[in-house]
Each structure stands twice: as structure tokens, then as C-alpha cells.
């Protein structure tokens, strides 16, 4: 969580976990400007033109887009909203930290707990 999204504060956020000369993939918000500057290559959709993916070397595959993203970010309204009035301050963060790991661990039920105990007991 973050006080805000302005430039001055996720310049240093992205410089230090993300491998400078990787490509970006953004909507065309104007916080995303200058990711170039800062050393990454920068694709964009532009939603307000109603392009949500594009194709840009026309192999069919649309590599340019966000949807992940989104579709990340639908998944975790959707596992919070029961979840109404959880503390921005004290349950947020944990809340946040707990989806990512199951989100990317991909497991259900005991396998979820197997991957839990696994990543608690690695050396």
C-alpha cells in the first residue's frame, strides 16, 4: 500500500523491483509517462479509444494489453467484498500479501496448505 500513486513514489518502487530494459505493459495513465526515462521499455492500450490489446507484429496474438492485470485485481474485489470493513491499516496489507500467495501458488484446499508449509519450512 502506498500514501500515493505519483511518479516521485513509484519511480523507486519500480527501479528496485523491476529489471531495468524489461517492457512494461500500462493503460496510458499519466503516472506510467516515464518508464522509458527510467530505463524500460513501454507498451500501451489506450482505453479511452476502446483498445484493449493489440497486435503489434500481426502474428494474431495480441501482446499488448493489461488484461492480466485486471483480471488479477477483479479476482481480489471479488475475495474481499465479503470481507466489508477490514482495517486499511491493520488487515489490508496481510489480506493483500495472503491472495497474492494464493493466487500464485494456484492451489486449493490441502494443496494450499502443502504449499503453505513448504514455503514456511524451505531452508
Not at 500515493?4 to 523491483?17: K, L
Not at 494456484?106 to 524451505?122: H, M, W
Amino acid at each position: 500500500m502506498l500514501p500515493n500513486i505519483q511518479q516521485a513514489t513509484i519511480q523507486p518502487i519500480i527501479t528496485h523491483t523491476v529489471t531495468p530494459g524489461s517492457r512494461l505493459y500500462t493503460d496510458e495513465y499519466s503516472r506510467y509517462q516515464r518508464l522509458a526515462e527510467w530505463g524500460y521499455e513501454h507498451k500501451t492500450v489506450n482505453h479511452a479509444q476502446g483498445e484493449y490489446a493489440r497486435d503489434e507484429d500481426g502474428d494474431g496474438f495480441h501482446e499488448v494489453h493489461v488484461n492480466t492485470m485486471e483480471g488479477f485485481w477483479s479476482l481480489l474485489c471479488s475475495w474481499l467484498r465479503p470481507h466489508r470493513g477490514i482495517s486499511q491499516q491493520k488487515k489490508l496489507p496481510l489480506c493483500l500479501g495472503f491472495f497474492e500467495f494464493v493466487h500464485n501458488v494456484r492451489r486449493r484446499g490441502k494443496a494450499l496448505l502443502l504449499s503453505s508449509l513448504a514455503l514456511l519450512l524451505a531452508p
